[in-house]
Structures are given as C-alpha cells and as structure tokens.
C-alpha cells in the first residue's frame, strides 16, 4: 500500500519577504529622490537669481529669505501632519494672523508678561486646529468646508478684535528680539525658530504615535481604525498639533514686524500647502517628509524673493506661485500613478 506524497508547506515561503518589501523600498527611494529634485531645483533658482540681479546675494537680501521662509515654513510643518492624513488645512494664513492679532491683544492692549502673551499666541492656534479637527472627526465635515470656514471666520475675527487697525508692540520691550535678534550673528532668530520647530515637527512624524497614526490614516484610514484605533480622537489630536505651528507663526509674524496686521494672511496658505507638496509630501495622504518641507518653503521664499528683487509686478508674482502649485500637484499625481 502506497501512501501518497504530500508537499511541504515551506517550500514557497522562502523568497515572499524580499517581494514583499520591494514596493516598500521603491516608495521610499521615490520619496528620497522627490527630496533630490526638490532640492536640486531650490539650488537652480537660486543660481538664475544670482546672475539676474546683483543685489539677490547681498547677506541682507539673503537674511530676508530666510526670514519669510521661516513664517511660511512654520505654517508648512503643521500642515505636513494634516496633508499626512489626506485632509487639508486651508485657515492656516488667517488663523496665523489672528494669533498675531490676539498676541497684540494680550501683550499691548492687556499689558500681560512676555511669556503669557506668546503662549496665550499660541494656544489660540492650539484652540483653531482643535475646532477644525471636531468638526472634521464629530461634524463629519470635509476638511476643504471646515477649514475654509475656519479661515474665513478667522479673517473675520481678525478685523473685528483689531477694530481694523494695527496693533503695534512699541511699548513692549523684547518682542521684537523673538524674531529679529541673533543669538548667532548674522542670524535672525525666527530662522533659528524655524529650525528648531522643524526637528521637533520631524521627531513627532517619525517617533511618536502623532505622527505615526496620521500616516496610517492617511495610507488607510478605515484599516487604522479596524486596527483598534480611534481616527476620530487621533484626527483631533493632529489637527491640534497642527494648530500649535500655526500660533507659533503668528508669534513670530508679529514679532518681525513688531505689529499685529490684520489684513495679513490669505494667500498664504497656498505657499504653505504648496511647500508641503514641492517637498514630497503626498496630496492623497499616506506619504510626509519634514525635511522636504523645510526646502520646498525655501524654494517658495527664493522665489518670490528673486520675482520682486527683479521688480516683476505682484499680479505676475501670484501667476508664477500659481504655475508652481499646479506643477507641484501634477508631479504628486505623477508620483501617486507609478506608485499604484
């Protein structure tokens, strides 16, 4: 009596995990080579600027960059964690100008310690992004609808708290050394800000369970939550984080000029979102590179530095923003095709 053969189970198990994370490296190698371009085009519109003006490399010049790129950096790293989830966060411009406003308000108008008055600068961006994630993780809102609500409401808000005019913080003695002073000479201190914030913002997407969850839900937010988590809280968290970068701008935005503008704002959040993208930082979710980030707000700085040192007009200064975003969205829709 013959007793049949049968075939070991592990004899096709061998070769599965190197075909298994191929995808996963090919992703990251996209994603490294997307911080490559990125780069390399940040040093090809700086080299055209240098030999089209002579006035783009003068160490003042070249200080001005780096402080417009701080604010609208800052303004970029909380709304990396959002872009990371596949939300959006359009109120970043505004809520940043009314954290400027209520930092006047506080500090000028009500006469409170330095330090109150930049933390109470900062928990009403904390207070901003926690409205936009309610109603992006409880209302079920879009997050396009919450936060463009919350940018015009922050807008509004703005204007009405500043009766439309400046607050200006003469009479308070420091504030302007937030930004403008150097701790390193020849440095302003928002770059140094900025930086700083930057390793922070990477520390979080990397090692903690903030970022963490926010590329999960993100890559796939109904998988995330059969895995036991709860998106709703984490979505809140997120956005609150988010939220805390934006008070940190506003902070810093008042301090450069040493006034609260409440006219400020709109249109920035499109360079913000913009640098998030040049950066690598996938549109769809899933995919977040702090450090991709920090040069594609250089790259936007750069650029619209070198458009008015070469006294292109502001209308044809927006036009060339614009070119970029849509560049930007079409090379992460490009991306997101050959990763599928």
Not at 108 to 133: E, K, R
Not at 185 to 195: D, M, T
């Amino acid at each position: 009596m013959t007793t049949p053969s049968t075939t070991p189970s592990t004899t096709t198990t061998g070769p599965a995990p190197k075909r298994a994370t191929r995808p996963i490296n090919r992703v990251g190698n996209r994603q490294q080579l997307q911080q490559v371009l990125a780069f390399a085009g940040l040093v090809v519109i700086f080299a055209f600027f240098s030999f089209a003006s002579p006035y783009f490399l003068d160490w003042a010049n070249v200080k001005g960059i780096l402080l417009a790129t701080a604010v609208t950096g800052i303004m970029a790293l909380g709304a990396t964690f959002v872009i990371a989830t596949g939300g959006i966060d359009l109120s970043v411009g505004t809520g940043m100008t009314l954290c400027s406003v209520m930092t006047g308000v506080f500090l000028a108008n009500l006469g409170l310690p330095l330090v109150v008055g930049v933390l109470g600068g900062l928990a009403i961006g904390a207070l901003i992004g926690l409205l936009n994630g309610l109603n992006v993780s409880y209302l079920r809102l879009p997050p396009f609808i919450a936060t463009l609500a919350m940018m015009m409401v922050a807008q509004g808000l703005s204007l009405v708290i500043s009766g439309t005019k400046p607050i200006y913080f003469s009479e308070v003695g420091g504030f302007d050394q937030l930004a403008a002073g150097e701790l390193v000479p020849g440095l302003p201190n928002a770059v140094l800000i900025f930086f700083v914030a930057a390793v922070i913002a990477g520390v979080t997407l990397s090692k903690t369970l903030t970022g963490r969850y926010a590329l999960s839900i993100g890559s796939n937010e109904e998988a995330t939550a059969i895995s036991g988590v709860d998106v709703r809280r984490w979505k809140v968290v997120i956005y609150t984080v988010a939220g805390l970068f934006t008070g940190l701008a506003g902070v810093v935005m008042a301090s450069r000029l040493n006034s609260a503008q409440p006219g400020l704002g709109l249109g920035y959040e499109l360079e913000a979102i913009a640098a998030v993208v040049i950066g690598g930082t996938s549109l769809r979710g899933g995919k977040a590179t702090i450090l991709g980030t920090v040069i594609g707000a250089l790259i936007m700085a750069t650029l619209t530095n070198g458009l008015r040192i070469m006294s292109i007009p502001q209308e044809w200064q927006k036009v060339a923003v614009g070119i970029v975003i849509v560049l930007a969205v079409y090379a992460d829709m490009l991306r997101r095709g050959k990763e599928a």
